[in-house]
């Protein structure tokens, strides 16, 4: 387990990494992307470190929230950087047919793309749902095609009134991907979120809070001090607690009552282990605020 100098030392930024800003504050994982030249697409790069990131929250004690949020005033991601390439070769890359007359297989064979969805941005839309830790969403510009997933994803969401989100992928003449055909319908309903996607029109940030995908709303220069304040509240709360409530609700979308009344048993027992339950309990009866510990 590591200690929390360890682990803030771990997260700081390194060489060769500045496209991705990040690091550990009072307990917080701040995450920005940092590409506003490039309306902060995101990169292979990027995508990778946001993922092993994530991964490291979970199970880090010096993190209990997380954070992601963009440089820059007028965009917060517009998706991947289709010009980017993986940072990595594959090691069987020049195993090819040989052979005098026998044809080269494409570069896009049937099966790439699903592919290269499955093994990219879905596994970052997965990483954030997965992540131990809440992740709040800081929009402060536009977020469109997966940038809009991506927020999506996020267990809180705090835009700028000069925010929009836009489901594009229709302009493009594309399905929306990043998991958004799963997570927009459960925020929004299908009727609303068919408008959304078909349409592809343009979603302001206080309709975005009317319909339930922004928790709040607020002036741009406020953004960061409201999204600070909810994070650090966060960060000094009971963490396991708030990682089983997280995982409780993600789940209880795709279950029946029977096993979802059956988790929630199962959840009480477990938290009710920790540290800062019987904290919470006996703050309760002591008639004190709860100092909690993260565990």
């Not at 991947?80 to 195993?95: C, E, F, Q, V």
């Not at 990043?178 to 302001?204: N, Q």
């Amino acid at each position: 387990m590591s200690t929390p100098s360890e682990a803030t030392e771990h997260l700081e930024p390194a060489a060769g990494e500045q496209e991705l800003l990040h690091r550990v504050e009072n307990g917080v994982l701040w995450m920005t992307l940092n590409r506003p030249g490039a309306s902060n697409a995101i990169t292979w790069d990027q995508r990778e470190t946001m993922i092993t990131l994530l991964g490291e929250a979970s199970a880090n004690e010096a993190v209990r929230a997380v954070v992601l949020g963009a440089a820059g005033a007028k965009h917060f991601c517009t998706g991947m950087d289709l010009r980017s390439s993986p940072g990595t070769t594959s090691l069987l890359a020049s195993a090819r047919p040989s052979e005098p007359g026998t044809p080269t297989p494409p570069e896009r064979p049937t099966g790439y793309a699903a592919r290269m969805i499955r093994n990219g941005v879905l596994r970052l839309t997965t990483a954030v749902l997965d992540c131990e830790k809440p992740v709040i969403a800081a929009v402060n510009g536009t977020a469109a095609g997966y940038g809009m997933s991506l927020a999506l994803a996020c267990d809180l969401v705090i835009a700028a009134d000069t925010a929009r989100f836009i489901q594009v992928f229709a302009r493009r003449g594309l399905v929306p991907d990043g998991g958004s055909a799963y997570l927009l319908p459960r925020l929004v309903g299908p009727h609303k979120a068919k408008e959304l996607m078909f349409l592809a029109d343009d979603l302001p940030a206080a309709e975005a809070a009317r319909v339930g995908v922004v928790n709040k709303v607020v002036a741009a220069d406020e953004l960061h001090a409201t999204v600070r304040e909810w994070a650090e509240r966060l960060a000094t709360g009971p963490t396991r607690a708030l990682a089983i409530t997280k995982r409780l609700v993600n789940r209880s979308l795709d279950s029946d009552r029977a096993t979802a009344f059956g988790e929630e048993a199962d959840a009480v027992e477990l938290t009710m282990t920790t540290r800062d339950a019987n904290e919470g309990v006996a703050s309760l009866i002591e008639r004190r605020k709860p100092e909690y510990y993260g565990w």
